[in-house]
Every structure is written in C-alpha cells, then in structure tokens.
C-alpha cells in the first residue's frame, strides 16, 4: 500500500451544526454537500475531509455497531505566527466552536497552540511551529 491519506471522515451527530460552523461561520466552501448525509471539503492537494452524519456513518460500516463517536484525535491546522494562532481561535468561537486551550505556548516542541472544538466534538490544534513548514506543494519539513 502506498503511504498516503486521501479521504479523512468523521462521524458527525448534527450535520447542520457542522454546516453552520464551517460553511457559514468560517466561509469553507463544500465539494460536495449532500444534506441529512455527508459534506466533504477539499482541505489540501488530494486530501478531503469528509463529515459524515453519525446514524449514517454506522449503517456504512455495516456490523451493526456503533462506530460514530470521536475521540483520541485531533485534526491540526498550522499557521504562519501566533498572531495567526489567536485569529483563526477567534474565528472558531465566534464560528460557534469551543475554545478548550486558550493560544499559549506548548509544552512540547516550540509550538505555539491552541485547541478548539468544533459543535459535534471535534478537536482541532490550532498551531504555530517556527521548526516545521508547510510548502506549496503540500510537502511537510519536520524540524
């Protein structure tokens, strides 16, 4: 198998509260929104995310169980500087999102960071690391 990710779907409880968040609240545009089911949105080259609605989640995994809780994750999404940290927290509260770190420098790494949840429990780490980048075509230098 090749060492790459293409599609990263979480199970969302309440579609709509997820739409009002990241659509209206912070101005993401859908690939593809499909109502009562699924919004995917491209998030880097070749990557979408996929937010899926939870009774729906579980028929697609098809065992008859519950799968849809989240936890033990964090989507991370790196900015430029920790002014740029505190803007997009801002924007994810006023977005209706949970601030459950306020920006502040990290214990691990040089981060500067902060974590936010979304309104179906999705934790997003808002970061700066001066140590790692981000280039333009998508390709990530650690340290």
């Known amino acids: 198998?090749?060492?790459?990710?293409?599609?990263?779907?979480?199970?969302?409880?309440?579609l709509d509260a997820?739409?009002?968040?990241?659509?209206?609240?912070?101005?993401?545009q859908p690939l593809l929104d499909v109502p009562g089911e699924i919004i995917f949105f491209q998030v880097a080259p070749g990557l979408v995310l996929g937010l899926f609605e939870s009774t729906k989640f579980n028929a697609d995994i098809a065992t008859g169980g519950d799968y849809s809780s989240v936890s033990g994750l964090t989507l991370s999404h790196n900015v430029d500087s920790p002014e740029a940290v505190r803007s997009v927290v801002d924007?994810?509260?006023?977005?209706?999102?949970?601030?459950?770190?306020v920006p502040q420098q990290?214990?691990?790494?040089?981060?500067?960071?902060?974590?936010?949840?979304?309104?179906?429990?999705?934790i997003w780490e808002i970061g700066h690391?001066?140590?790692?980048?981000?280039r333009d075509d998508g390709t990530v230098t650690l340290g």
Not at 1 to 14: E, I, N, W
Not at 18 to 28: D, E, H, I, S, T
Not at 91 to 101: E, H, P, Q, T
């Open 18 to 28: 997820a739409r009002a968040f990241y659509v209206a609240g912070l101005g993401w």
């Open 129 to 134: 690391n001066p140590s790692w980048q981000v």
């Open 1 to 14: 198998m090749d060492q790459s990710l293409h599609f990263v779907t979480v199970s969302t409880a309440d």
């Open 106 to 122: 990290g214990a691990f790494g040089g981060i500067y960071h902060a974590h936010v949840q979304d309104p179906n429990g999705v």
């Open 91 to 101: 924007a994810m509260r006023r977005a209706g999102g949970s601030v459950l770190k």
